[in-house]
């Protein structure tokens, strides 16, 4: 679905499906460019990441490795624990292998932090990130990463991959969730 089916429940629409699009090739090619001549294996995180690693993978005229994990980011339900769980863990032994981790957005950065430590405790050849979004007013962990989208706003923004209650994910844009659908 698009905006147009969900215009009540947002405030605005952040980026369009084009856009979205536009931004993946621009993070494609530096991939490519930068993992030139090696081999790169990409890690989405479960499951915000779905679209975003669907799109970017097939962006690039090379062959990429895809392997996917899935943590419970906070363990008590609040996002200050900073506890995080491994619900699926990688089928892939990384070791020696360059790895750029691709998620949709970085709001906290407790997830990425503690995902970054983990696979670089697996002793890769490298660790990278990648977010379509990141929110630097929301930061509480200093996370390094190289690719990043778009920095937005500290607000509620849903689509493509993001969630509220598990709607949302499969609209093409990303949009601003109207304060009515969540207050
Ligand atoms: C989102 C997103 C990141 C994490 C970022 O996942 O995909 O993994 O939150 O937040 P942080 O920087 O505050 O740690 P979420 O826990 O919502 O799960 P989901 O991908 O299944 O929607």
Redesign the pocket.
């Known amino acids: 679905m698009d905006a147009s089916h969900v215009e009540d429940d947002l405030v605005n629409v952040l980026f369009t499906e084009a856009q979205i699009q536009e931004k993946i090739r621009e993070l494609a090619g530096r991939l490519e460019a930068d993992y030139a001549g090696q081999e790169l294996l990409v890690v989405g995180?479960?499951?915000?990441?779905v679209m975003v690693m669907a799109d970017l993978a097939r962006a690039m005229s090379r062959h990429v490795e895809m392997d996917w994990m899935a943590v419970s980011?906070y363990g008590s339900g609040t996002?200050s624990s900073g506890v995080v769980r491994i619900l699926k863990d990688l089928d892939t032994d990384i070791s020696g292998r360059h790895v750029v981790i691709v998620?949709?957005?970085?709001?906290?950065?407790?997830?990425?932090s503690w995902l970054t430590s983990n696979l670089t405790s697996r002793g890769p050849a490298s660790v990278e990130i990648c977010t379509l979004l990141r929110k630097p007013e929301a930061l509480q962990m200093p996370v390094d990463v190289k690719y990043v989208g778009w920095d937005i706003p500290n607000e509620f923004v849903v689509g493509y991959g993001l969630?509220y209650r598990e709607r949302y994910r499969n609209l093409r844009d990303i949009g601003t969730l109207a304060p009515h659908v969540y207050s």
């Open positions: 995180v479960l499951r915000g990441a980011s996002k998620d949709e957005i970085i709001d906290s950065g407790l997830t990425l969630d």
